[in-house]
Nanobody, 125 residues
Framework: EVQLQASGGGLAQAGGSLKLSCAAS????????IGWFHQPPGKEREGIAV????????RYADSVKGRFTISIDNAKKTVHLQMNSLQPEDTGVYYC??????????????????WGQGTLVTVSS
């Protein structure tokens, strides 16, 4: 059974850092794309970063480019999201998601079949 477990959320001050983790079970990350999505309070979920399990190729939304870094540890079947220079607008629930890669690094929700349960990040000003 394919499962994703997101963790690492918490409280941070503006300008601070947090590192999220997404642990995969039931499948190997090779051949899959793994994305991170952010849902601010009262708003829709949006894709912010995605990585290829094949070769580590990445793609970022403009809102996080230069501040967040997505990385993969294939041996541990874990994808990390290092979040630096956090701002209050980064507050929200963060979800990881995965589906077959097929050469596509999508930031769109419909692309992804498998979802983790989300982890809450709160950034205070």
């Amino acid at each position: 059974e394919v499962q994703l477990q997101a963790s690492g959320g918490g409280l941070a001050q503006a300008g601070g850092s947090l590192k999220l983790s997404c642990a995969a079970s039931g499948f190997r990350l090779v051949g899959y794309a793994i994305g991170w999505f952010h849902q601010p309070p009262g708003k829709e979920r949006e894709g912010i970063a995605v990585i290829s399990g094949d070769d580590g190729t990445t793609r970022y939304a403009d809102s996080v480019k230069g501040r967040f870094t997505i990385s993969i540890d294939n041996a541990k079947k874990t994808v990390h999201l290092q979040m630096n220079s956090l701002q209050p607008e980064d507050t929200g629930v963060y979800y990881c998601a995965s589906d077959y890669y097929g050469g596509i690094l999508s930031l769109r929700e419909p692309f992804y079949k498998y979802w983790g349960q989300g982890t809450l990040v709160t950034v205070s000003s």
